[in-house]
């Protein structure tokens, strides 16, 4: 089994930055993409950003050139760093982790989402 955990969520005034993190453990053979989607009331679960393992990202084109992600290797962690936030990034942000499992000589692989974390930027 894998877990994911995140940090990082907060209440923050607008133009305000918040650093989001998200680390894998368990039995994890190998990490593939890793992302960030969120979800505001009322809305569909959205793709905010992803990164490859091997470093190539992209972005929705509401957070482009606010919003950078990256990823730790060594620590099975991806962060999402939010600059200049907006009242519209309101919504609960969820990591989602393409992860290779070993178990009983045989190979798994399947995407885990973590547990949510709040963020709400409000004056």
């Known amino acids: 089994q894998v877990q994911l955990v995140e940090s990082g969520g907060d209440l923050v005034q607008p133009g305000g930055s918040l650093r989001l993190s998200c680390a894998a453990s368990g039995s994890i053979f190998s990490i593939y993409a890793m992302g960030w989607y969120r979800q505001a009331p009322g809305e569909q679960r959205e793709l905010v950003a992803r990164?490859?393992?091997?470093?190539?990202?992209n972005y929705a084109d509401t957070v482009k050139g606010r919003f950078t992600i990256s990823r730790d290797n060594t620590k099975n962690t991806v962060y999402l760093q939010m600059n200049r936030l907006e009242p519209e990034d309101t919504a609960v942000y969820y990591c989602?982790?393409?992860?290779?499992?070993?178990?009983?000589?045989?190979?798994?692989?399947?995407?885990?989402w973590g547990q949510g974390t709040q963020v709400t930027v409000s004056s």
């Open positions: 990164i490859t393992s091997g470093g190539s990202d």
């Open positions: 989602n982790v393409d992860v290779q499992t070993y178990y009983n000589g045989a190979y798994f692989r399947r995407a885990y």
